[in-house]
Each structure stands twice: as C-alpha cells, then as structure tokens.
C-alpha cells in the first residue's frame, strides 16, 4: 500500500491574497500568462479560487497582462 505525503500549501492558510501583490500572483501564472492549475500550485480549493479572482482583478486593473506578447 502507498502512502502519500501531505503536501504543504505554498501560501500560509492565513494570508490574505490579494490583487495588488503582482509578485505573489506572477508565481502562480505561466510564462504565457495563464493560471496554473491547482494540482501544480499545491494550495488549497479556497486558496485556489481567491486566487483566480485576484488574477482576474488584477488583469482589469492592468497590473497583469492577460495574454503575454514576449512569450
């Protein structure tokens, strides 16, 4: 029988996500711009969808791109 370790979320279950931290949320982006998808990131579902709105904030507010040209 397996045993599988725990992973521990990268974001303390704490912290607040917020949109204006662009260093955090560029983490949690692809060179391309897109999210990651939780199963690479490691957070928890909550963590996930708080961070997903943050995303989509900060893209409005043009702190992110939503697509990345360089890439």
């Known amino acids: 029988m397996a045993y ?3 992973r521990i979320s990268p974001i303390k279950p704490g912290d607040p996500i917020d949109y204006k931290d662009v260093d955090l949320l560029r983490k949690f982006i692809t ?3 897109k999210i990651l998808p939780r199963r690479i990131t490691g957070l928890t579902a909550k963590q996930q969808r708080d961070l997903t ?3 989509k904030r900060a893209r409005i507010l043009a702190l992110l ?4 040209q360089e890439g």
């Open 31 to 33: 060179e391309r711009g």
């Open 65 to 68: 791109p939503f697509i990345n």
């Open 4 to 6: 599988f370790r725990r």
């Open 53 to 55: 709105v943050a995303i």
